[in-house]
């Protein structure tokens, strides 16, 4: 099942369920404490209440009659780095002085996180992602991203674009935050997948497209199973010393990494598919320099 925010022609919200060809909208008023959509995530049953909150008096709305948006409430978002083989090269490859950092955390037990963005940051399907003014050469990182409960329960999957200024992270590590931490730095949607079962990581194909003037200008695809690390691990590091009353969203790493040459540009299209969770596409804007 999967569930997501949408936003209807007449301006209202409302916590949906996903079909083919359209949603069925719930009525959270039916449940006391049941106000949004994290509630329903966070529930012991998230299938059964999803099922029960049904509004049966409003027909389904088809696709093509709504938006979707970001599934986040009130969460942090955080995210993992070096998780993939490619990464780990592509990271060695922007910051020589910090290139056996990045190689030895590959193999590290710890492995590294980082705060990624406040829900006023995150950006929905079709909504603007931010390319940094003061960055030559930005990419989008395609990610898996985690819905974590408050007692850090694995509950669903999401699609995550990190955004990134591989230039600023280059020239010194310890400019990471600014690289990373910016507004509209990250994206997220359309739905959140929940988790029933575990996840097929071979089955599991991301697909990262970036559109400039209608042309594809850059294609790449990996799956989860080239990710160095499991799903509940990166989870369980998070957690160490740490409280999120509001439960989180972690992005685990990317896999895809445009060359060297390759930088974002002012109204490009990025498009991230991750198979059997959904399909995020986000324009870019990059402002000029003031």
Known sequence: MKLAKVLLSNGERHVAIVEENGVQLLDLSQVDNCHRLSDILYAPDPIGLAKFLIDTELPPVPLNQLEFLAPIDHQEVWAAGVTYKRSQVARMEESETAASHYDQVYTADRPELFFKATPNRVCGPNQPVRVRYDSQWSVPEPE?????????????????????????????????????????????????????????????KIILTIERGGEEVFQGETSVAEMARGLEDLISWLGKENDFPSGAVLLTGTGIVPPDEFTLEDRDIVSIEISGIG????????????
């Open 144 to 204: 898996l991203a985690l819905i974590v409960s408050p007692d850090l329960r694995l509950v669903g999957y999401t699609v995550g674009n990190d955004m990134s200024a591989r230039d600023i992270e280059g020239e010194n590590p310890l400019y990471l935050p600014q690289a990373k931490f910016y507004k509209d730095c990250c994206g997220l949607g359309p739905s959140v997948l929940l988790h029933e079962n575990p996840l097929e990581r071979e089955a599991t």
């Open 279 to 290: 399909t995020l596409i986000n324009p870019v804007v990059k402002d000029a320099a003031p």
